[in-house]
C-alpha cells in the first residue's frame, strides 16, 4: 500500500499530516505561504483522499509506516491534531528520519482522564456510534467542534468543507480507525525520549486540545518550545494562515541541518 503524496515548492523538504476526517488539501493555504521555502509533501493518510485504507486492525505503527514509506529519508515534519500524533510516533519509530517535528494543536494524549484535559470519552463514543449511521454528518459535526471559539468560525468551517470536497470522501472504516487512535494511543511517557528539535503550536480557544494541555506537556518534553495563538481555536493555519507559516518558518529554518 502506498498513500498519496503531493509534492510542491523547493528547499528542504517538510512532510504535512492532515488531521481526522480531513486530506492533503487542507494544506493549500498554508502551502502557498511555504513553498518558496521548502520542498512540501501533502501526504493523504491511510484512507483519506486519494489514500487506499489500511488493514482493518492497523495501528499506529501501520500509520506511521506507511507514512515514512512515501516520504523522503529525512525530512521534517508538520502534523495537525491527529496527523500529530502521526508524527509524533513517527519520530519515535525512525528517529533518523524525522530532523525536526512540528504539532498543530495536538497532544500525545486526546481523550479527558485523571487530571488530563482533552476530549471527553463520552463525545469520542458518540461519534463511533455515529459513523455507522452517517459518517459524513459526523465530519461535519466534527468541522463545526474544530471552528469552534475561533472569531472566524464560520469561514474556517468553510476552507475546511472546501478542501475535503477537493478529493474523494473519506473511507468510513479510516474515519472509525481514525477514532480509535485518538481514544486509545497514549504517547505520554515517551515524549521525553525525543531528541529532535520539536515545536508545538496551539489555539487558545481549541475545545479539542484545551489550554491546560501545553504545561502538562511542557514537563513532559522540556526540551520543546511552544507557542500559544492567543485568537485561534484547532485550525490556527486556516484562521491566522501568516503567522502560523511565519512561526513555522522560522523554526525550520533555524533548525537545518
Do not use: C
Not at 61 to 67: M, P, R
Not at 228 to 245: C, L, M, N, W
Amino acid at each position: 500500500m502506498s498513500v498519496y503524496v503531493e509534492r510542491r515548492g523547493r528547499g528542504p523538504d517538510l512532510v504535512l499530516l492532515h488531521g481526522w476526517g480531513m486530506n492533503g488539501a487542507v494544506w493549500q493555504g498554508l502551502a502557498q505561504r511555504l513553498e518558496a521555502d521548502f520542498r512540501l509533501h501533502l501526504v493523504d493518510l491511510p484512507g483519506f483522499g486519494h489514500s487506499p485504507a489500511l488493514p482493518k486492525h492497523a495501528g499506529l505503527d501501520d500509520w506511521g509506516s506507511a507514512v515514512l514509506e512515501a516520504v523522503p529519508a529525512q525530512a521534517a515534519w508538520l502534523g495537525w491534531s491527529l496527523g500529530g500524533l502521526v508524527a509524533t510516533h513517527a519520530a519515535l519509530q525512525a528517529p533518523e528520519r524525522v530532523s525536526s517535528l512540528i504539532t498543530l494543536a495536538s497532544s500525545p494524549r486526546f481523550v479527558a482522564e485523571d487530571g488530563w484535559p482533552g476530549i471527553k470519552p463520552q463525545v469520542l463514543a458518540t461519534f463511533e456510534q455515529q459513523l455507522a449511521e452517517d459518517h459524513r454528518q459526523v465530519v461535519n459535526r466534527f468541522l463545526a467542534l474544530q471552528a469552534m471559539g475561533s472569531e472566524h468560525a464560520r469561514e474556517d468551517i468553510r476552507q475546511l468543507r472546501d478542501s475535503l470536497s477537493e478529493k474523494p470522501a473519506p473511507d468510513p472504516a479510516a474515519l472509525a480507525a481514525g477514532l480509535t487512535l485518538l481514544g486509545e494511543v497514549d504517547l505520554r511517557a515517551r515524549l521525553a525520549s525525543l531528541q529532535l528539535p520539536m515545536l508545538r503550536l496551539y489555539g487558545r480557544l481549541d475545545g479539542l486540545v484545551p489550554k491546560k494541555t501545553i504545561t502538562l506537556v511542557d514537563e513532559l518534553a522540556p526540551h520543546s518550545q511552544s507557542h500559544v495563538e492567543p485568537k485561534a481555536s484547532h485550525a490556527a493555519f486556516i484562521s491566522h494562515p501568516d503567522a502560523t507559516a511565519e512561526r513555522i518558518r522560522a523554526f525550520l529554518l533555524n533548525h537545518r541541518a
